[in-house]
């Protein structure tokens, strides 16, 4: 059995061109805001226990700002295995948003980040 495990997704990043468009959207959708807001760089909406977070792009295409976010358990045996299999993910460090986490891009620049909560 391994000594890691994926407990949910987190929250999605979408890399946006227009953040208050964008914000406008979700929120027809039925999402609040919970960071920041439509002049922002950054925003996170929120559903229940769902996040999307949006990041505004100002310029390049693409995946660019695009990103997955992983709730684990075990965050550093997981990046070990992934190291092991031959995968170059960024070093597990803490984040004073009480998150330890790490970062691999997909093939097509989509970020995955593996976070574990930290007391």
């Known amino acids: 059995m391994s000594s890691w495990s994926i407990d949910h997704i987190s929250a999605v990043t979408l890399a946006v061109r227009q953040m208050a468009e964008s914000v406008a959207f979700y929120q027809l959708l039925g999402l609040d805001v919970s960071y920041d807001g439509p002049t922002a760089l950054f925003t996170t909406m929120r559903a229940g226990h769902s996040v999307i977070n949006l990041r505004e792009l100002r310029t390049g295409a693409g995946n660019a700002g695009s990103r997955v976010?992983?709730?684990?358990?075990?965050?550093?045996?997981?990046?070990?295995?992934?190291?092991?299999?031959?995968?170059?993910?960024?070093?597990p460090k803490d984040a004073d948003w009480g998150e330890r986490y790490f970062e691999i891009p997909d093939p097509q620049g989509?970020?995955?980040s593996f976070a574990e909560v930290i007391s």
Do not use: F, M, W
Not at 81 to 90: F, I, M, N, R
């Open 110 to 112: 989509v970020v995955i």
């Open 69 to 91: 976010i992983l709730r684990v358990h075990g965050v550093d045996a997981l990046h070990q295995d992934l190291v092991q299999k031959g995968l170059h993910p960024t070093t």
